[in-house]
């Protein structure tokens, strides 16, 4: 697919560009030089062409900023792998040497460049966008991501270098994402949850560095291993409350949850250094409160010394911290030497089947039967505790509807007992299960 890179200098408005273009806030915008640090790549379509759209971090001119070094990477990578360049400036500000050295080194692409003048949000003022013609690009336009003014021309000049064969074929317009497993990537800052995606996809998309907090943004990211298709969520990674300033990293906090929400499976990623902490512990809770499916992977096992027995301790320390978490696998990884990466995508498929997976009513009630054979529930009130039958309702994780004769009675403890049961029976290891109770009306 013909695609598209979004760069210039930081808080020239890149992201809010590419919100508007895509239709949505895919990348997080907030007055702060620097936010993007990552390439978010999302699908957009004009005039019946459709093509691939990249918002890069901004190029930083400034080389003692800590994340320099890995922007131009990222950026530079991108000057290879894009086909056109729409190259944002800020109108309010004018002409800078910073747009001066981007220009220089797109221009050594020989690719199609797009000068985009942004922040003209009164149309008197396009004249502002003349002194950009001095970046020597013939396309200059002078566009307002905000008040939507110039898009719809900035979209025409670029669909002009799109290819006939580009054109949107509609049967086909789910943009790959239909049907693949949403897998959502979360854990502390710096456990390597990009490096994981990294190794996993073979390619560095997201921004990799040992700074804690380098990814900002929720990065989703369309994977296709064995005939399955996957939806890579990689987010930033949850701090203590106390650390969480209100800005880029209070909106980096909600994105994260709400791909834990979004997600089909979640994978919890455990730096093996460090081991199950507190923090590990509440973003555990998280996947417990929304009954996620998960696989915890302890990561950096390259970095343990006496690898086997390092990892033995490491495995039962975290199964005994998120014991509330029983269903979920552990599966060593080290993404640094692309270690367990094969056997990870074996299980993520493992959970993702358990999680959709039914079982007939006949089945299902025959288990609880056995279950209640070996062991009744304790009496209410003087009066013994009967299930009647039950049900799976429909969607995931598996849940069950259990009739019964006083829902009040049953205690935590046994219903606990139950679900463990029921797991064994009926092949929900790995899986999360709800049981619902609802009295019956004859408690005879």
């Not at 918002?55 to 000057?79: C, H, M, S, V």
């Not at 367990?340 to 498929?349: P, R, S, V």
């Not at 009513?361 to 209640?372: D, E, F, P, S, V």
Request: proline content about 5%.
């Amino acid at each position: 697919m013909f695609r598209v890179a979004i760069v210039g200098r930081p808080n020239v408005g890149k992201s809010s560009l590419f919100n508007r273009i895509i239709g949505k806030r895919k990348s997080i915008v907030e007055d702060i030089p620097g936010i993007t640090r990552d390439r978010i790549v999302s699908t957009a379509e004009w005039r019946g062409k459709e093509f691939e759209l990249v918002d890069t971090g901004g190029y930083i001119e400034n080389d003692k900023d800590r994340f320099a070094p890995y922007l131009k990477k990222q950026i530079e990578k991108e000057l290879d792998l894009s086909d056109m360049f729409i190259f944002v400036v800020d109108g309010k500000e004018g002409l800078t040497q910073g747009d001066r050295d981007v220009a220089e080194i797109l221009r050594r692409t020989k690719k199609p460049v797009i000068v985009a003048v942004n922040k003209i949000d009164d149309p008197s003022k396009e004249d502002r966008a003349y002194e950009f013609y001095e970046l020597g690009f013939d396309k200059v336009v002078p566009v307002s991501s905000i008040q939507k003014l110039g898009v719809a021309d900035l979209l025409d000049y670029v669909v002009e270098h799109i290819p006939e064969g580009e054109k949107v074929e509609k049967k086909k317009k789910d943009k790959g994402e239909k049907g693949a497993i949403k897998v959502a990537i979360v854990g502390k800052p710096n456990a390597g949850k990009s490096s994981l995606l990294n190794a996993i996809l073979g390619e560095e998309r997201a921004v990799v560095s040992d700074i804690p907090g380098t990814t900002r943004d929720v990065v989703d990211t369309l994977f296709e291993w064995n005939g399955h298709k996957f939806l890579f969520l990689d987010t930033a990674g949850l701090r203590k409350k106390s650390k969480v300033d209100y800005g880029v990293e209070f909106f980096s906090v909600g994105r994260t949850l709400e791909a834990i929400k979004k997600a089909d499976v979640v994978l919890l990623v455990i730096d093996a250094t460090q081991g199950a902490t507190e923090q590990d512990t509440k973003i555990a809770h998280l996947i417990q409160k929304y009954t996620k499916p998960a696989i915890i992977v302890i990561n950096k096992i390259d970095l343990l010394p006496n690898q086997k027995e390092a990892l033995n301790r490491v495995i039962k320390q975290v199964r005994e911290r998120l014991y509330f978490l029983p269903y979920a696998p552990i599966i060593p990884v080290s993404a640094k030497e692309r270690k367990g990466i094969k056997k990870l995508l074996q299980e993520i498929l493992e959970v993702y089947n358990q999680a959709w997976k039914r079982v007939s009513t006949g089945k299902l009630n025959r288990a609880i039967q056995q279950i209640l054979s070996l062991r009744q529930p304790p009496a209410y009130q003087g009066k013994p505790l009967k299930i009647y039958y039950a049900t799976q309702l429909d969607g995931k994780p598996p849940c069950f509807l259990m009739f019964v004769n006083y829902p009040e009675g049953f205690k935590e403890h046994y219903l606990k007992f139950l679900e463990n049961n029921l797991r064994e029976m009926l092949g929900f290891e790995k899986a999360p299960m709800k049981l619902l109770l609802r009295a019956r009306e004859s408690r005879r």
